[in-house]
């Protein structure tokens, strides 16, 4: 810590009770009490360093009193401050430090010791040492946490905003084109080798290798009056937002206590959290989350994501305000493609408990999401698009589409909750468009899953559930699982299995296509001499074919035993249930009548109403015949 040494005289002054003496062989002529400590002085030592002790000792002149009593219960600093005055102004030594220059300073002031009453005088010493002092990033952190003391006095003398000045240059600045010793703080390990001399100024810091993070916890035992004046500081003085944001989420995580208790809310240990939403909030710490996020800055994606949401976590814990809540969850949804499945989880804070996690507030952050995209997207469309976008695809489905699997995953997670009603899945599930997902596998596992813990639905519970999935993008597993899945509607099963037959029929399509495009290659080049390496091509391509075609042939072994599966289903139903018409209306398809009168089955359980009619004649398709006058062949 640098010091400035002043005075050359021994030490004159003993304390005796509460009492200060000086021992200079005169009787005391002034007595002046600061609190509960009377110091018993000389008049003469005093008025000649002091404008207004000068004035209140000529006060008591005209009076027959022979010892002057004066009073200062305000001065800056007390007692303690005012020995280290009364030591100056007799010419003892005296050290001025980081830690008493500001109360000396603001008491200087007070007392008026400027140049008038003497060459050399406090208040051109202490003005002196500090500016020397704000050249070294430690004593100038040392000097504004002492300015907390005499506040308004350090206010009225700018001393507070000139080390914020001088701490704001520092922290934007290149830390290795200046010699100050910044790793000299808090955290700086000491040398145990010896002293390092900085511009006159003895200092046992030793230097570090430091990056941009170099001050982050220096900067974090400040109050939090101060540190957001020094953020506001650097700010303005054009710090980069990401080191503002580290900054911020530095002093959150060492005097937010709530925002580390995230592991016992998501290991699903809610005991803590149920005794802190009962008892009273916590004035202190809901304050420093309002500020805080006041200052976190308004660029996307410069704040990590999962912060922001850990934060909206512990703001519904301290029921902080509703602006706040409101500005995190527009935060956070303004980068939601960057947030993380565990962090959305998010217990329900409010008093009902209505369900375990709370959806609203997901279902909120995910509208908000859905106006920034179709915000970016309308600027995309209609800015000029390059070269390389047109080459490279357009990316702004990017985001979106991350967004719909982390929404399919959360409606994944909160589908066992028995307390989740229809309509909440249902409007948030529907928010996110279908052209945002690419397959549907995962919203289809949300609504199975969603299925399986509701069982009390109705069919047209499951039918409406069912439509905020496409069966046309659901991949072969998936398809698999739902062809034997008891759980969908049967109109579900029969349009996943239809699906599935006309995926088969055009992959079939294509490989009778290439295999014949091969056949007219073949004849087309045959009188050409083959090369060594045109022979090997072909007999790869033959190789694959062969595999290829196996397993298509694997494919439709299975779908005939799930047709055969199906068929002796529906002929115990006939037996159990009525008439084909009835089974039919079940489907949902509508029966034709031919011109003898006779029903007539579409073909493969095709559905008239919602496919495109069937291609011409085929022949039979695994094993089903077509249904002859009022017959249907099983």
Not at 62 to 79: M, R, S, V, Y
Request: charged fraction near 25%.
């Amino acid at each position: 810590m640098a010091c400035m040494k002043l005075g050359s005289k021994p030490e004159v002054f003993h304390l005796d009770g509460q009492s200060w003496f000086c021992s200079t062989g005169l009787p005391s002529d002034v007595i002046v009490e600061v609190g509960e400590i009377a110091f018993h002085l000389h008049k003469f030592p005093l008025l000649s360093r002091s404008g207004l002790l000068e004035n209140l000792i000529a006060e008591f002149s005209g009076k027959d009193e022979n010892t002057c009593t004066l009073q200062f219960h305000d001065l800056p600093g007390g007692a303690k401050v005012f020995l280290i005055i009364a030591k100056f102004c007799y010419g003892v030594k005296i050290e001025l430090n980081a830690s008493n220059i500001v109360s000396i300073r603001c008491a200087a002031e007070y007392l008026q010791m400027s140049e008038d009453y003497g060459e050399g005088n406090l208040i051109l010493q202490t003005e002196s040492f500090l500016n020397e002092i704000f050249g070294n990033w430690t004593d100038s952190l040392r000097v504004l946490e002492t300015c907390e003391e005499v506040f308004s006095h350090a206010e009225d003398l700018h001393v507070v905003s000139r080390c914020l000045n001088s701490l704001a240059m520092k922290a934007c600045a290149d830390p290795s084109l200046f010699n100050w010793p910044v790793s000299g703080g808090r955290s700086a390990v000491q040398s145990p080798e010896g002293n390092m001399f900085w511009n006159g100024i003895c200092t046992t810091a030793r230097p570090q290798p430091v990056g941009e993070d170099w001050w982050y916890e220096d900067v974090s035992f400040l109050t939090l009056p101060l540190y957001k004046r020094l953020i506001l500081a650097v700010e303005a003085r054009g710090m980069k937002p990401e080191k503002i944001s580290g900054s911020l989420i530095h002093y959150t995580k060492k005097h937010l206590y709530l925002l580390g208790r995230e592991s016992s809310f998501q290991s699903g240990d809610y005991s803590a959290l149920g005794s802190t939403v009962s008892s009273p909030p916590n004035a202190e710490q809901r304050n420093l989350l309002e500020q805080i996020v006041e200052l976190l800055p308004d660029r996307k994606g410069v704040t990590p994501t999962n912060f922001l949401l850990r934060l909206l976590r512990t703001s519904m814990v301290l029921h902080a305000s509703p602006s706040c809540r409101d500005n995190l969850e527009k935060r956070v949804g303004a980068q939601l493609d960057q947030a993380a499945l565990e962090d959305l989880l998010i217990p329900s804070m409010g008093y009902s408990m209505e369900t375990l996690y709370d959806v609203d507030c997901v279902q909120r952050i995910l509208d908000y999401f859905m106006i920034v995209d179709r915000d970016t997207s309308d600027c995309t469309s209609n800015s000029v698009v390059d070269e390389g976008q047109l080459m490279g695809g357009s990316h702004s489905l990017t985001p979106i589409t991350m967004v719909a699997n982390l929404m399919d995953g959360f409606l994944a997670e909160v589908a066992p909750d028995p307390n989740l009603k229809l309509l909440k899945f249902q409007s948030l599930a529907a928010v996110i468009p279908e052209y945002a997902r690419p397959l549907d596998d995962g919203i289809y596992r949300a609504i199975d899953i969603y299925l399986k813990a509701h069982p009390w639905l109705t069919d047209s519970e499951r039918e409406q559930i069912c439509r905020l999935m496409n069966c046309q993008k659901l991949s072969l597993e998936a398809s698999t699982h739902a062809a034997q899945n008891e759980r969908l509607p049967l109109r579900v099963i029969v349009q996943v299995l239809f699906f599935e037959q006309l995926r088969l029929r055009t992959s079939v399509a294509g490989w009778f296509f290439v295999s014949d495009n091969l056949e007219n290659l073949q004849n087309h080049s045959g009188n050409l001499a083959l090369t060594r390496t045109e022979a090997s091509h072909q007999a790869g391509t033959r190789r694959n074919q062969v595999v290829a075609v196996d397993n298509v042939r694997e494919r439709v072994s299975e779908l005939e035993k799930e047709c055969l599966s199906m068929k002796e289903e529906l002929e115990k139903l006939v037996k159990t249930k009525g008439t084909w018409n009835s089974i039919f209306r079940r489907f949902g398809f509508k029966p034709k009548s031919n011109k003898s009168g006779d029903t007539k089955v579409p073909k493969n359980g095709d559905n008239a109403k919602e496919q495109p009619a069937p291609a011409p004649a085929a022949p039979a398709v695994n094993g089903i015949k077509k249904p002859t006058n009022g017959e249907v062949e099983g």
